[in-house]
C-alpha cells in the first residue's frame, strides 16, 4: 500500500497523536522518511498538526483527498486551489486517463458556467468534474448531461430531501433557487463521443451570492453543513451505474418527470438569439422543443432557458449569474 494511505489510515483511526516512532515502525522506514510523507500528505491538502509528541489528523467527513476515499481513491485527484476542474480534466483525458476520473478543487480560481459565465468557486461548495467515455454517437451527448443532472437531483432528493428540480438544460432548483449547475466538454473521433468531462458545481456549504436565478445552498436549506464527500461518493456510485446501463429513452423520461419547465412559458437565449414561446416537449436527444405564437414547434439544442416571471434575465445576459 502507499505508504501516504497507510499513514492517513492510522493518522485516521487514532484518537489523539501518533508518535513518528510508532509510525516509522509500523511502516518499516525511517523517521525522516515518515515526516517527508507527512509533508506530502499536508501539501496536498490533509491537515495534519505535528508536535514533539508526534502527528495528530482531526477527523474531516468533509475532505476530498484521495486517501479519505475508499473505492474512489485511485480516480479522485483533488487540488486545493486550481484554475478550474474542466481544464485539468482535459488534459487528463487526452493522456487517456480511466474513465471516472475525478478531479475535484476546494477552490477554483477561474472556475466557468455555460455561456461564457464565471463560477464563483469559493470553499465550502462541491466543484468537480468526471471524465467518462461513452459508447454512444455525438448527438446523443448532450443526453450524458442531462442524466448526470438527474441522478445528482436524484440524490438531492432521496439522501437530502430537497425538493430538487430539473431546469432545461443542466440546472437544479429547489424551491425555485439554483442549487447546482452542469457543464460539459466533449472530443470525439469521427461520429463518436471519445470522452466527456462533466462538471458539476454544488453549493454545498457556501454562501453563492447570485442575483438571476437566486441561488441557495444544502447548508442553508438544512440548516446544518454536510460533508461533501458523501455527496461525491454517492453522485459517483448513481452515475456509474447509469452509465453501464445507458439508455437515452430512460434518461428523457426520467428528466421529464422531475423538471419545472415543461409547460412553461420560457425565453431561450443561445449564442445567436433569443427564443421565447411554451416549452412543450423534450426530445430524444435532450432538446427542448418549444411552442412559438404563431403555432409552431422550434427545437432548442443548446442555451440558456428562463421562466417567465420567475426568472427573467437583466437587458444583458452576460451577467446573469449561477
Ligand atoms: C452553469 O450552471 O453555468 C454550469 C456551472 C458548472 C460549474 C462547475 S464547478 C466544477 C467545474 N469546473 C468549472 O470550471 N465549472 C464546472
Redesign the pocket.
Known amino acids: 500500500m502507499d505508504p501516504k494511505q497507510t499513514i492517513y489510515n492510522i493518522l485516521n483511526r487514532a484518537d489523539g497523536v501518533i508518535s513518528g516512532e510508532a509510525l516509522s515502525t509500523e511502516l518499516g522506514v525511517s523517521r525522516v522518511a515518515i515526516w517527508k510523507h507527512v509533508q506530502g500528505l499536508i501539501k496536498s491538502g490533509v491537515p495534519i498538526y505535528s508536535s514533539p509528541k508526534g502527528y495528530r489528523m482531526p477527523p474531516d467527513p468533509d475532505s476530498l483527498v484521495p486517501w479519505a476515499f475508499d473505492k474512489w481513491r485511485d480516480r479522485v485527484h483533488f487540488f486545493t486551489e486550481t484554475?478550474?476542474?474542466?481544464?485539468e480534466a482535459m488534459v487528463m483525458a487526452r493522456k487517456g486517463c480511466a474513465e471516472f476520473t475525478v478531479v475535484a478543487?476546494q477552490r477554483?480560481c477561474?472556475?466557468?458556467?455555460?455561456?461564457q459565465?464565471t463560477?464563483l468557486?469559493d470553499d465550502g461548495?462541491l466543484?468537480?468534474?468526471v471524465v467518462v467515455r461513452p459508447d454512444i454517437p455525438m448527438l446523443l451527448a448532450g443526453l450524458v448531461n442531462l442524466a448526470a443532472a438527474v441522478d445528482m437531483a436524484h440524490l438531492l432528493r432521496f439522501q437530502y430531501r430537497v425538493d430538487a428540480r430539473l431546469k432545461w438544460p443542466?440546472?437544479i432548483l429547489v424551491e425555485k433557487r439554483?442549487i447546482?449547475?452542469?457543464?460539459s466538454q466533449m472530443e470525439a473521433e469521427g461520429d463518436q463521443v471519445a470522452h466527456m468531462n462533466i462538471?458539476?458545481?454544488l453549493n454545498v456549504n457556501n454562501a453563492p451570492q447570485t442575483e438571476v436565478p437566486i441561488a441557495t445552498s444544502l447548508k442553508a436549506l438544512l440548516g446544518r453543513p454536510v460533508p461533501r464527500r458523501e455527496i461525491l461518493v454517492a453522485f459517483l456510485n448513481l452515475f456509474e451505474k447509469r452509465m453501464a446501463a445507458f439508455d437515452p429513452r430512460v434518461v428523457v423520461d426520467e428528466w421529464k418527470s422531475n423538471n419545472v419547465t415543461l409547460g412553461r412559458q420560457v425565453r431561450v437565449l443561445t449564442h445567436k438569439e433569443r427564443v421565447e414561446g411554451t416549452a412543450v416537449d423534450m426530445d430524444s436527444r435532450g432538446g427542448l422543443i418549444l411552442r412559438l405564437a404563431d403555432g409552431s414547434n422550434r427545437t432548442v439544442v443548446v442555451g440558456d432557458c428562463f421562466i417567465g416571471g420567475e426568472d427573467e434575465p437583466p437587458t444583458d445576459p452576460v451577467v446573469v449569474g449561477?
Do not use: E, H, P, V
Request: charged share 25%; net charge positive; proline share 0%.
Open positions: 484554475g478550474s476542474t474542466m481544464d478543487a477554483q477561474r472556475g466557468r458556467g455555460r455561456m459565465r463560477w468557486s461548495g466543484y468537480f468534474t443542466n440546472d439554483k447546482c449547475g452542469l457543464l462538471g458539476i458545481g449561477r
